[in-house]
């Protein structure tokens, strides 16, 4: 089992920066795929990054170039810096671990960019 805590969000205005932290306990997430989906209001959620244990990185083309995924062993967190933001950013960011049929959710930190 695997419980994971974000923070970091916030309010930011349009163009500003934001570095988002999803800590896990219970396991260590070492082998696991780590990343964030977002959830905008009245929308579906959707993919944002991912990290997986071997360096691979994935993004969403809408933050690629922006958004930068990384993950820290030792501490057993992973992090999503977010640069340039844009209101479409805002949403509710979730992290989320897998590992084969094993999948975990954050209860999510809510993004807000204003123009």
């Known amino acids: 089992q695997v419980q994971l805590v974000e923070s970091g969000g916030g309010l930011v205005q349009a163009g500003g920066s934001l570095r988002l932290s999803c800590a896990g306990s219970g396991r260590s997430f070492a082998g696991y795929i780590v990343g964030w989906f977002r959830q905008a209001a009245g929308k579906e959620r959707e993919f944002v990054a991912s990290?997986?244990?071997?360096?691979?990185?994935n993004y969403a083309d809408s933050v690629k170039g922006r958004f930068t995924v990384s993950r820290d062993i030792a501490k057993n967190t992973v992090y999503l810096q977010m640069n340039s933001l844009k209101p479409e950013d805002t949403a509710v960011y979730y992290c989320?671990?897998?590992?084969?049929?094993?999948?975990?959710w954050g209860q999510g930190t809510q993004v807000t960019v204003s123009s």
């Open positions: 990290s997986w244990s071997g360096g691979t990185v």
């Open positions: 989320n671990a897998r590992l084969g049929a094993y999948v975990y």
